[in-house]
């Protein structure tokens, strides 16, 4: 049980995707121009990332390894995330039009978030069991929710700052981003997992 607190600790802060492993950046700038449409990618990434965490575990183990088929890794990874986020995208679709407009082409892309993908693959990389390999997924989707709602929230105040204009739009977008992941950085080392 410790260790999993500790995998849920270290997933969230310390080995945050966008700010420390620097994945999944493109949803990261594209989605955070509100704080509404962030949590809604949020929420989307949290499912997909937890439930591919689940499934991909159960292909790697059950399938790929005993028919020594681990070089198929990656494409049978690739499919598990897209057929879940083309059910999350059918869900989103029906619950909130709203919400499945505003994230637009973000939302079928979290098929190639790397973020995804390289959860599911450092799973296995780390040699983390099945509810070690779920609570890493979720872990670093609650990290990449954190992330994309603290920079919608720091982006909606630089929309109403006195900036030069060579910097407004997406170059402030970049140097916020920039001193945001130092200031994770500072996590680093807090924890060994």
Same mark, same amino acid.
Do not use: W
């Given at each position: 049980?410790? =260790?999993?607190?500790?995998?849920?600790?270290?997933?969230?802060?310390?080995?945050?995707?966008?700010? !420390?492993?620097?994945?999944?950046?493109?949803?990261?700038?594209?989605?955070?121009?509100?704080?509404? *449409?962030?949590?809604?990618?949020?929420?989307?990434? *949290?499912?997909?990332?937890?439930?591919?965490? @689940?499934?991909?575990?159960?292909?790697?183990?059950?399938?790929?390894?005993? +028919?020594?088929?681990?070089?198929?890794? *990656?494409?049978?990874?690739? +499919?598990?995330?897209?057929?879940?986020?083309? +059910?999350?995208?059918?869900?989103?679709?029906?619950?909130?039009?709203?919400?499945?407009?505003?994230?637009?082409?973000?939302?079928?892309?979290?098929?190639? =978030?790397?973020?995804?993908?390289? @959860? @599911?693959?450092?799973?296995?990389? =780390?040699?983390?069991?099945?509810?070690?390999?779920?609570?890493?997924?979720? @872990? &670093?989707?609650?990290?990449?929710?954190?992330?994309?709602?603290?920079?919608?929230?720091?982006?909606?105040?630089?929309?109403? !700052? %006195?900036?030069?204009?060579?910097?407004?739009? $997406?170059?402030?977008?970049?140097?916020? %981003?920039?001193?945001? !992941?130092?200031? $994770?950085?500072?996590?680093? &080392?807090?924890?060994?997992?």
């Amino acid at each position: 049980m410790t =260790n999993v607190l500790l995998i849920l600790v270290s997933g969230i802060f310390v080995q945050n995707f966008i700010f !420390s492993r620097f994945l999944g950046i493109c949803p990261f700038l594209g989605v955070s121009k509100s704080i509404p *449409t962030a949590v809604g990618m949020g929420v989307a990434v *949290t499912f997909v990332m937890a439930m591919a965490s @689940a499934i991909t575990y159960v292909v790697q183990y059950a399938i790929l390894t005993p +028919l020594h088929l681990e070089y198929l890794q *990656t494409i049978a990874f690739i +499919l598990v995330i897209a057929t879940l986020v083309q +059910l999350v995208e059918m869900i989103i679709k029906k619950v909130s039009p709203t919400l499945y407009n505003a994230l637009g082409v973000y939302l079928p892309l979290i098929t190639t =978030n790397c973020a995804v993908l390289g @959860a @599911a693959l450092l799973n296995i990389q =780390n040699g983390y069991n099945f509810i070690e390999s779920v609570a890493f997924g979720v @872990a &670093g989707a609650l990290g990449f929710t954190l992330a994309i709602i603290l920079f919608a929230g720091v982006r909606d105040k630089l929309r109403i !700052s %006195a900036i030069p204009e060579a910097m407004q739009g $997406f170059p402030i977008a970049l140097v916020t %981003a920039g001193l945001m !992941s130092i200031a $994770f950085l500072g996590f680093s &080392g807090m924890l060994n997992v």
